[in-house]
């Protein structure tokens, strides 16, 4: 078992994430512009590069939170349940992607919104319980998921012909 706290704990938090970022851009490939391209998506909607930009503010609240997690492991009852949900929702993150992006199955892909959603409130909890410093910062995570999955709804309304 790893012993807690790590001496560098950003160091791993930043290898994770960047293991994580990369997986998730395997899973989507190399065509994820011309995807976009070909489907009607809601309105009022983000274009590509703004969906960009909460990629990297959501690896960077990933990173965060590692850091924290393996930096101060506070309470060894919620710290292992905390970073088990974490290594979920990168995993489901990625997986999300490789069905939306590479598979074009835009149903799974809604359907994958709500184990993920409810892993995500569930990690909430649990910060919220950790008293974590980054709780407010995760909340505004839980208000954009209320966004995607609305979005992700409007996509496959959309397309579902």
Not at 3 to 19: D, H, N, Q, T
Not at 69 to 83: E, H, K, N, Q, R
């Amino acid at each position: 078992m790893i012993a807690l706290p790590l001496r560098y704990p950003w160091i791993w938090a930043l290898s994770i994430c960047i293991l994580a970022a990369v997986l998730e851009g395997l899973l989507s490939g190399t065509q994820v512009k011309q995807r976009f391209s070909q489907l009607r998506l809601p309105r009022p909607g983000l274009p590509l590069w703004a969906w960009s930009i909460i990629g990297i503010a959501y690896y960077l609240l990933f990173f965060a939170l590692l850091t924290w997690l393996l930096g101060s492991f506070p309470t060894p009852g919620w710290s292992p349940v905390a970073l088990g949900l974490v290594a979920l929702l990168l995993a489901a993150n990625a997986t999300w992607n490789w069905v939306f992006f590479r598979k074009r199955d835009l149903g799974l892909s809604l359907a994958l919104f709500v184990p993920y959603v409810l892993a995500a409130l569930a990690l909430g909890l649990v910060l919220f319980r950790l008293h974590s410093p980054l709780f407010a910062w995760y909340l505004f995570y839980i208000l954009y998921l209320s966004y995607a999955t609305w979005w992700g709804h409007g996509v496959w309304r959309l397309n579902r012909s």
